[in-house]
C-alpha cells in the first residue's frame, strides 16, 4: 500500500524477494538496496519525482532564484521487513540536463533511473544507452489504462518502448480579463484564431492607452519557442512536422496549406500588434507585472500565479485571469502542443528488475498516481488518471478552476508530439529560418516552408 504523509506521496512497494535476488534465509536480515536517480528539477514550484522523494541528492549546477527543488528524506519501504530500497538522487538544472544525460550515456554511468524530456528520448534511445527489455510491459500498460496515442508514441522509439510518459504539460495563452473587457471582449471572442486575430488591434490599444503597458499580445519569437506556438494550428488544419510516406519512410508534412496557414497566422499576429519577443525571457513574468494584456507561456505557470496571488482563492484568480491552451481556428478541433517527462531505465543499470518493479508500482496504483500528479500540478497522460476521485479533488477548486481543468483536459486529449528523432534540433532549427522569413517579409510561406522541406527531407534521408 502507499500512504500519505505531510502531502508528500510515500509509496509502499510490494516486491518479492525474488525480484531483487534474495533467498528465503536472508529474510531476517536488513538488506538495503541503493538505486541511483538522475532527475531534473522544475522551474517556479517545489516537487519530487513522480516515483518518490530521494534521500542524499546532490544538486549540480546553478539555480535561479525563481527555480525551487525539494526532496523530503523518505526512503521506499517493502512489506518485506529484510528488504529496504533507498534512492538516491542526482538533480540538474533543465539547461544542464541533456549535458548531462549525454555524458552519463559516454561514460555508461550506473544510474537505476533517468527522467528525461520526451524530445530527448530519440537521441538517448539511439545511443544504445536505454533498456529496451521491459518494452512488453510499458507497451500493454499504456494499452491496458488508456493512454492517449500521443503519449504512446512519446514512449516508444522505432517500437519499442523505452518508459513511460509520466506527466505532461501544454501550451498556453494567458490573459488579464479586466483589460480584454475594458476592450469590449470577452474570453468566448478570443478562443478563436479569427477572434483573437479580430480583437487584438482593440485590445493593444487598450492596453497601451487605459492601463500603460507594452502591448497586448506578447509573443515569443526565437528559435525554440515561436515554431513549438504553430505546431498545433498545423496539426489543427491537417499538417504534421513529420509524416510516413507509402514506402514507410519519414518526411516533411508541413510544405501543403495547413502550413502555409499556420505559418501566415504568426505573420498576421505580428501584422495586428502582437510583440515579436526576440530575445528568451521568462514571459509569465512580464504578463504578472502588467506589462501585456496577453501572453503565450505554458500550463507550468499556474504555480507561479498562485504564488504571486498567494491569499486569493482559485475562484479569485479566475476573475482576474483567462487561459486558452491554444486557439482554434473555425471549424476545427483543438490540437496544443504537449510536452513532459518520461521515466527510463538505463541498460547500466544494477538492478534493473528492481527499478521496473519500483516504476510498475508507481503507475499502476491510480489514487497515488493521482496524487503525485495533482501535487506537482502537472497533468496525466492517460484519461485513467484524469477520472481519478483524487486528481479532480486535489486539481478542481485547489489548483485550477473547473473552468481551466476542462480546457486543459481537452488540449492534452488531442495533444501534439514533437517527433523525438536525433534529426528534430535540425528539423525545428529549419522551421524558425522559414518562420523568420515569413514573419519578416523576405519569404511567402509556400517559399519559404517549400526550401524547408527539401532540407528537411535531405536530413532524413541522411
Known sequence: MKKLLSFILVLSLIIGLTAVGFSDSHEDKEEVIEQKVMTVQSAGIERAPYIGPLEGEKMKGKVEDYVYYHFPAIKYETEHPGVDIKLKGEVYPYGDMLKSIMLAVTSQSTFDYVEMDDIWLGKIAASGYLSGEYSDQFEKWANDLGMYDVFKKGSSYKGTYYGLWRSTDTRAIWVWKDVLHEAGYTMEDIMTCEGLLEALPDITKTAKEDFGMAGGLEYPFNGKWVVDQWYGWLYQLGGKILKQNEDGDWVAGFNNEAGYRSLNYVKKLKEAGATMQRSWQWML??????????????????????????????????????VIPTTVFEGHDMRVLTGGWLWTIPKTAKHPDVAFEVLMEAFEDREAYAEMTAYQGEFPTTEWVWESPTYKKRMIGETLPKEWFDRFREGVSGGVWRPFFPEYPEIQKELWDATQKVVMGKATAEEALTTAEKKVNKLMED
Open 285 to 322: 513574468a512580464n504578463f504578472l507585472d502588467r506589462n501585456y494584456a496577453m501572453t503565450y507561456e505554458g500550463s507550468w505557470d499556474i504555480a507561479a500565479i498562485h504564488s504571486k496571488y498567494p491569499d486569493l482563492s482559485v475562484q479569485e484568480i479566475k476573475e482576474k485571469i483567462g
